[in-house]
């Protein structure tokens, strides 16, 4: 769950962001602030190829990762996540059997405590703190303004949504949502697979596949 190092002393490293929705805008805005990559283009789908996003072509779709590999060592997956990370986390699976890599992001308008683990494929948006002793798993979206608290949690291909407040050592499992505004008490567990909904506020333990919202 290290960062993945970048050697950026001579030149840019190109990078393949797959997703050419939304959700890519929030994450190019943070990568291009990064200064680290050249965004070589975007995947989409099939009707979005040769369309524009924020002045990047969106260059092939989902058939076609294997393609751009000779170019691309990075990729970066910019697609979001509410009802299922089956999506995402199967096109991770795919780009790393290609060979693919996966850089880390944080905005700088985030706080990430040194003492914080992000794993390799997640970013952290605008207005995030992230406080020491938390672990953040693969392939996350950690949305604006999202606190996560000291020692908590975080597993694989999880979306902590915008103003979610994950308090100090709580768990969230792989593959869960977690809704805008959300409130986790303290030392809870959410089990794998579930969806907080926008605004909840959970007191104990959620089962695994749970969907709670109102």
């Known amino acids: 769950m290290e960062k993945t190092q970048i050697n950026t002393k001579t030149k840019k490293t190109n990078l393949l962001i797959v997703g050419a929705g939304g959700h890519s805008k929030a994450c190019i805005d943070v990568i291009h602030a990064n200064n680290q990559f050249t965004i070589q283009g975007l995947i989409g789908l099939d009707y979005q190829v040769g369309q524009m996003v924020l002045g990047y072509s969106v260059i092939g779709s989902d058939n076609d990762f294997a393609l751009f590999r000779s170019d691309c060592e990075f ?70 303004q999202a606190l996560i608290e000291h020692d908590a949690v975080v597993g694989d291909h999880c979306h902590i949504s915008t103003g979610a407040r994950i308090n100090g050592s709580v768990t969230v499992k792989g593959g869960s949502f977690i809704g805008s505004g959300s409130i986790l008490r303290e030392e809870i567990s959410i089990g794998e697979n579930s969806l907080i909904g926008a605004g909840q506020t959970i007191l104990k333990n959620v089962p695994a596949n749970s969907i709670v919202r109102d």
């Open 75 to 144: 990729a970066f997956i910019g697609i979001g996540q509410i009802k299922t990370a089956s999506v995402r986390q199967k096109i991770f699976t795919d780009l790393r059997d290609l060979g693919y890599s996966f850089p880390t992001f944080a905005s700088s308008r985030a706080y990430v405590s040194p003492l914080a683990i992000l794993g390799d494929g997640t970013i952290v948006m605008p207005g995030c703190v992230i406080g020491p002793g938390v672990k953040v798993g693969e392939n996350c979206i950690i949305n604006s």
